[in-house]
Nanobody
Framework: VQLQASGGGLVQAGGSLRLSCAASGTISSLNAMGWYRQAPGKQRELAAQITSGGTSYYADSVKGRFTVTRNSAKYTVYLQMTSLKPEDTAVYYC???????????WGQGTQVTVSS
């Protein structure tokens, strides 16, 4: 599975950004796609995820501000980020997980910087 992410950039606090990630290759129909993020000096953490069945998960820190959606026909996942805070600054990594095998695939990472 190959993942191509786009979006990200620099935004002021309170602003919005949208990330996109498209998967290609041999794709398991039972899967979860989402976004992890890693801030400087911190561990990578799951921000938001959505399964092929449509179930979504959000980290407490982004609930109510981030929305994860997917276009299953195109194996594309989106992350709409609103009310951004400086603490959202991180490299965001697109992730694809095959649910049966638990294999993980990663995109190249995209920088999101929120200025105060």
């Amino acid at each position: 599975v190959q993942l191509q992410a786009s979006g990200g950039g620099l935004v002021q606090a309170g602003g919005s950004l949208r990330l996109s990630c498209a998967a290609s290759g041999t794709i398991s129909s039972l899967n979860a796609m989402g976004w992890y993020r890693q801030a400087p000096g911190k561990q990578r953490e799951l921000a938001a995820q959505i399964t092929s069945g449509g179930t979504s998960y959000y980290a407490d820190s982004v609930k109510g501000r981030f929305t994860v959606t997917r276009n299953s026909a195109k194996y594309t996942v989106y992350l709409q980020m609103t009310s951004l805070k400086p603490e959202d600054t991180a490299v965001y990594y697109c992730n694809f997980r095959a649910i049966v095998t638990t294999d993980d695939y990663w995109g190249q990472g995209t920088q999101v910087t929120v200025s105060s």
